[in-house]
């Protein structure tokens, strides 16, 4: 590890420093007895000190530190979800030969308790999914992403999303499935082996953005449950969802 010269500078400076304010307590007291006694008693202390200090109170402001930021991204994704991910859901699960599967698990997340979105977003990322790119419709999912194209770029240049990984995988994915579909010219006229390629960017989008939609879910839930009742009532998943408050 290379020391800067300020650095090395102000430690002779300091460790000087208490060399000379000893020697003057000795000068002045001349008792070498306590003098030694508060020099151990001090450099005892220093040990219990590093101990608060780097390894409790340093804890506490890392955690702080972790929320604030966890904060600032929750309400990335939140905007996210807002602009692009639940429109998105809707879209994917079009190319899904097994999305009743899938929205018979999803439609009741309203009754689960935390444990369960927790549980759940682990667990999709292992279900069957069976993505066919002819099933849906192709053009119309490169419309939507087109259209969101540029809040996509927005969100990736975002610095704050660079503390959540899972976010920023997902974000790469649809803009990679983005590009997939605007390099191809006609999307119903294409080879047996595009198609399959669509369908394996499609299923690692939907895979990521189904976990990151449980886990975002969990949070409105935990803290903004007026958001919550929202989201809710604008499920993807449920297919006789409305915004409509009816009861």
């Known amino acids: 590890m290379k020391l800067d010269k300020w650095k090395i500078v102000w430690g002779v400076a300091l460790v000087s420093l208490s060399v000379v304010f000893y020697g003057i307590h000795f000068l002045i007291f001349r008792d070498p007895h306590h003098l030694f006694i508060f020099l151990v008693g001090d450099i005892a202390f220093v040990f219990t000190e590093v101990l608060l200090v780097t390894m409790i109170i340093h804890e506490l402001l890392s955690y702080r530190d972790k929320r604030d930021k966890l ?14 991910g639940t429109e998105l859901l809707r879209l994917f699960s079009d190319f899904d030969h097994n999305a009743d599967t899938v929205r018979e698990e999803f439609v009741a997340c309203h009754t689960w308790p935390d444990k ?27 419309t939507f992403l087109l259209d969101k194209r540029a809040f996509l770029l927005n969100l990736l240049q975002n610095p704050t999303l660079l503390e959540h990984d899972t976010f ?4 790469w994915t649809v803009f990679h499935l983005t590009e997939e579909l605007v390099h191809r010219d006609d999307l119903e006229d294409l080879a047996d082996a595009d198609y399959k390629h669509i369908a394996i960017d499609i299923e690692r989008a939907y895979i990521l953005l189904t976990a990151q939609w449980l886990a975002y879910m969990k949070h409105l839930k935990d803290d903004y449950p007026y958001l919550y009742s929202l989201a809710i009532r604008t499920n993807p998943f449920n297919p006789e969802a409305s915004v409509e408050i009816t009861e």
């Open 116 to 142: 369960k979105f927790i549980e759940t977003s682990k667990e999709c990322k292992h279900y069957n999914y069976n993505i066919d790119s002819q099933k849906g419709s192709l053009e119309a999912l490169r």
């Open 168 to 171: 920023s995988d997902l974000l």
């Open 71 to 84: 904060y600032k991204v929750n309400m990335v994704i939140g905007a996210f979800f807002s602009e692009v």
